[in-house]
């Protein structure tokens, strides 16, 4: 069985729980406390150097870390990644854009806030995070707001990956409130079949 090597608040290990159970995949999840180091034990970076989560362990042995890389792994031969080139390459764009606009801003700042304190630098930065987050929220809504999904007329692994982090920016200090289309694409999102939050293990 596939082995998850995850830590249950984490938007990027949820990412691939989401998409494992959307699929109907069997997957053994293995909880590794991020704060508590337990993804810097030797027995761990033996598994992934970067000392991150997630991480799987394929059947035969085989591992394979980074979230974008992992949903694609899984998404291969699916729905949740098209097959035409040109529509495959744009869900692969908004996976970069998650990972270089949306995850640096509005996942940080909600992992700050998590696991405070906060001092005065600290603070500074966050206000700068939570305005980038913002516009990368802007960003999103205005994409969203003549089409239901972010590429072609199905959910794909884009969705995925962007909702992870965007249903719980509210613990990053973000108001959702204003990016009507963003709101309705999330309740889109919590409707799909056999969807789970991210507290579900």
Known sequence: MIKLYDYLPSGNGYKIRLLLTRLAIPFERIE???????T???????RNPTGRIPLVELEDG?????????????AQNTAFLP???????????????????HEPNIAVARYWLLHGPIDD????????????GLAVLAQMDQH?????????????IADIALYAYTHVA????????????VNAWLARMAGQPRHIPITEG
């Open 40 to 46: 810097r034990s030797a027995e761990f970076l033996a």
């Open 170 to 181: 509210a613990e990053g200090g973000f108001e959702l409130a204003p990016f009507g289309h």
């Open 83 to 101: 097959d035409d080139p040109l529509t495959r390459a744009q869900v692969l764009q908004w996976i970069f854009f998650e990972q270089y606009e």
């Open 62 to 74: 085989t591992y394979l870390s980074e979230s974008g890389a992992i949903l694609y792994y899984f």
């Open 144 to 156: 969203l707001s003549d089409r239901q999904w972010f590429v072609s007329e199905a959910c794909s």
């Open 32 to 38: 590794l406390d991020f704060d508590a180091g337990e």
């Open 121 to 132: 630098e600290k603070r500074r930065a966050l206000a700068e995070k939570q305005t980038r």
